[in-house]
């Protein structure tokens, strides 16, 4: 598939004020281009946060959780299995708990198994909840609960109060529970969209800390310092891939400092020795695709309680046990994922992608719990958007198996809203459904699935122009040549980069001095730039890429720094090679 090249540029804003105020002009132009129009837009400390006020019920839910603290009202988090999820239900717990220490509270969690229970707080869940010790008199939803009609109605029958903390786009009709906190739900002042489910939670508290603050019981030196809780946050923010809007950058810039500075909580400690990461020098990327998949890899393949005991342990030698079990989980979780993706790739085999504006695949052998990281790879390889079922556990009303479908979409196309469409044109195809514009998840009847094949694909190629379907890689123009060094890698490492606020992609001319394959699997260079006079070797990589390169050819590639015996020294990771026409 052919890609077009375009340069990401911001025609409206200038650069010139951020280097008068001693900003890198490298690091100027890519945040202007990024959005960023002002010297104050890029202090990314604590006290530019949103207030939590901005945040519907967060004052109301406050003042109940206060009298709950006091009432000794036992509270019980319903956790959601992923790593968002996982670091939400750590934030309550751990939050709570250090709130209400002088109430003696003792906050439980309990974490649903998707395989057998389904999604979210289902009547299932708030049946098995009621039956924990000491039954619980309030239920709090961590990145969850926004279209759990059916368990919150459950509860409410058993007189037990449901507090909705989500952040995924509702429905049409919400669930009837005391209190919803969600930025995305209608009449929502808080500015911020993007926030993610462990956001949501860690602004409750803030809420609740200030409640409990004019209520005497602690002032502004007595008071917990819930910016203890921020690694999860930032953990739990990028894992999710949320967008990086400001207030969220805000958010995981504290709590990737606290890791820096060796201030984290034993688990995070812990995911990073077993993942290979050096804390020290931890960026997003070391979140997003070191951590976050062994977290991941629980909730997948098992259960979530063992994710968030590693995370709420309290001894680093506890934690590294749980740790462990996490990464042979995560392996485990590689080695499925990839004999999904080779049955996949044969049943594409026969298929002229170029004709379709969709995928929609399923096999009776693939496990539900992998298939989103799968549709995820699909998605990367066709530049589709794809949804990927397998076989649930429970029968759905006509006694066929239920399938469960995990969903990813390419930008242009609103994967949720597309689903809502086909499920308000077809009122018996769609079991249940969730989630974003990029992501979602769904039910269906299995006798459906080649009626939702056909409505998907057809539905795809209203909303989808060709030219949406052309891949482009974005990118930041080309990098001088003496640019390309270790302390301007060093300077990009420590930004703040992810999804909507994207990594910086340069592109350059190269004469290719040496080239080899390192474990068969990644091709390794020595590369020359071929403007300017520096000819200065510069080491590069390609992951996954094992087809050697011309003498001179024209690339895409990120500027990272590598640590050789202790010495940082730039490296260039590249994305993809062009021909001189492109």
């Not at 603290?69 to 717990?93: E, F």
């Not at 009547?123 to 926004?146: M, R």
């Not at 953990?235 to 820096?260: E, K, Q």
């Not at 589709?384 to 079922?389: A, C, E, K, N, Q």
């Amino acid at each position: 598939m052919t890609m077009q090249l375009v340069e990401r540029k911001n025609p409206s804003c200038s650069a010139e004020e951020l280097v008068a105020h001693g900003i890198h002009p490298i690091l100027a132009k890519l945040w202007v281009n990024r959005g960023i129009q002002s010297i104050e837009q890029t202090s990314l400390e604590l006290k530019h946060l949103i207030p939590p006020q901005a945040l519907k019920n967060s004052s109301a839910v406050a003042t109940y959780l206060a009298d709950s603290l006091v009432n000794h009202k036992n509270i019980l988090i319903i956790a959601d299995y992923d790593c968002d999820g996982a670091n939400a239900c750590a934030v309550g717990l751990l939050g709570l708990e250090e709130l209400g220490k002088s109430y003696g509270t003792k906050i439980h969690f309990l974490v649903p198994n998707r395989f057998t229970m389904g999604y979210g707080l289902t009547p299932e869940v708030v049946d098995l909840a009621a039956q924990q010790t000491p039954k619980p008199d309030i239920l709090i939803t961590v990145d969850n609960g926004i279209a759990s009609m059916a368990g919150v109605a459950r509860a409410n029958e058993l007189g037990i109060a449901v507090i909705v903390t989500d952040h995924h786009l509702p429905a049409d009709e919400l669930p009837a529970a005391k209190f919803i906190i969600n930025p995305n739900q209608a009449e929502c002042s808080f500015s911020s969209k993007a926030l993610a489910g462990v956001g949501v939670i860690f602004y409750i508290l803030l809420a609740l800390r200030s409640e409990l603050r004019s209520r005497g019981v602690f002032d502004l030196e007595t008071q917990p310092r819930l910016e203890t809780l921020l690694d999860f946050v930032a953990l739990g923010t990028v894992a999710d891939v949320a967008n990086l809007d400001r207030n969220n950058r805000i958010l995981v810039s504290a709590g990737i400092r606290r890791m820096r500075n060796g201030q984290m909580h034993p688990g995070i400690q812990a995911l990073f020795e077993v993942s290979g990461r050096d804390y020290q020098k931890s960026n997003t990327f070391d979140l997003g695709f070191g951590l976050g998949p062994r977290l991941n890899a629980a909730g997948r393949l098992a259960d979530m309680t063992l994710g968030i005991k590693c995370l709420i342990s309290k001894d680093l030698f506890e934690a590294r046990k749980y740790a462990k079990e996490l990464d042979t989980m995560n392996r485990e979780r590689r080695e499925i994922e990839g004999s999904m993706q080779e049955t996949a790739l044969i049943n594409l085999a026969d298929i002229s992608t170029a004709n379709t504006y969709s995928l929609c695949m399923f096999d009776t052998s693939w496990h539900q719990g992998v298939i989103g990281i799968l549709a995820s790879r699909l998605k990367d390889k066709y530049h589709r958007p794809v949804i990927v079922f397998a076989p649930g556990e429970e029968k759905s009303p006509s006694g066929s198996i239920v399938l469960k479908g995990s969903g990813r979409s390419i930008t242009g196309f609103h994967l949720r809203d597309a689903i809502d469409y086909i499920s308000k044109k077809n009122p018996e195809m769609i079991l249940k459904f969730g989630g974003h514009a990029m992501a979602a998840g769904l039910s269906i009847d299995e006798l459906q699935l080649e009626a939702f094949q056909l409505a998907f694909e057809e539905i795809a190629k209203d909303w989808i122009d060709e030219d949406t379907l052309h891949r482009k890689l974005v990118h930041d123009g080309e990098l001088p040549s003496e640019m390309i060094n270790a302390q301007l890698a060093e300077q990009l490492s420590n930004e703040i980069w992810g999804q909507g606020f994207p990594e910086p992609v340069f592109t350059g001319k190269f004469k290719v001095i040496k080239q080899s394959l390192l474990k068969e699997k990644h091709l390794k260079l020595e590369l020359q730039a071929l403007d300017g006079e520096m000819k200065k070797n510069i080491l590069g990589i390609w992951f996954g890429h094992t087809e050697l390169l011309p003498p001179q050819t024209h690339l895409a590639y990120r500027l990272l720094v590598d640590h050789y015996l202790g010495y940082p020294r730039a490296q260039v990771h590249i994305e993809a090679a062009f021909n001189d026409q492109t």
